[in-house]
């Protein structure tokens, strides 16, 4: 066999084991319980929710693929017993959303108004045919409670921040915030100033959710935190627009703003793993609030 065929065969013996890898990844979806009717399923993509009602389950976010959505709507039926009569989606990006499709055409899904718009403006190659089908059925602007199979479930926008559509999700029987992507557990954070998402509001918008009543956090990408962590959270926002602030106040450069010293509480903060390497590092989300103060980005919806 000539040398340069060896070559091939080696170059697609390897695809094909990294095609493997990647199937296998997007397989893999860790469950941690929190309650008798409450979990947490974790994979390359957002955190979602899984709870058991007498009327069904109700599942927050689906991840990435329709392939994970398929093995999500899998697990929510072996732990609940039931299927899934609600979706609930935090906000529109693809790794909370796009395995949307792979549940019952019919099934309620919800979001907030604003995330309905983005999907359809910003996703819109992504929701044609099938999929439209599981794009949210029903939306809202402020705040919902929803009394499903026994349990009361509070929707709630509390302002932009990550986007300016996010809702958070508090499982009052089980004293549980899934805050989606308005906080990320000691991972650096996506702002998306195109959608909507604002560095300067997103301290209010997290003071906002201290007010409400829960012990534990589900955070859009991380592990499961408290009260606490939600707090650190709002210190690292704090002192991202404080550098804003500072920057717009002295007419700061981009170089001169990234040289900064004020941004101290991401000591331990990481990058996320997702199926292709993401920019989001600090350098990233020094950028983004710099961009914001200055005017430097285009809204698109």
Known sequence: MKRWQSG?????????????YVFLQLRTIEVEPLSDDLWVLRGLGGNTAVLRTDAGAVVVDTMTL???????????RELTGTDTVLLINTHYHIDHTHGNPAFQPGTRVLSTERTLSHLQALDADFWQGDAARLLPTETFSDRRTLSVGGKTIEL???GAGHTDGDLVVLFTDEGVLHTGDLMFNHYYPNIDLEAGGSVQQ???????LLHLDF????PGHGET???AGLRQFLAFIAQLAEIGSTAAEEGMSLEQTLATDQLTADADYR???FIIPLPMD?????TRTWEEVTGNFERLN
Do not use: Y
Request: glycine letters at 4%.
């Open 225 to 227: 935190t408290d009260r």
């Open 66 to 76: 329709p392939l994970q959505g398929r093995r999500i709507r899998q697990l929510a």
């Open 156 to 158: 709630i926008h509390p």
């Open 8 to 20: 091939l065969l080696l170059i697609a013996a390897l695809a094909i084991v990294f095609c493997g």
């Open 271 to 273: 990058r996320i793993r």
């Open 215 to 218: 012990t534990r956090v589900i």
């Open 202 to 208: 997103w301290v209010p918008t997290l003071e906002t």
């Open 282 to 286: 600090r350098d990233f989300v020094i």
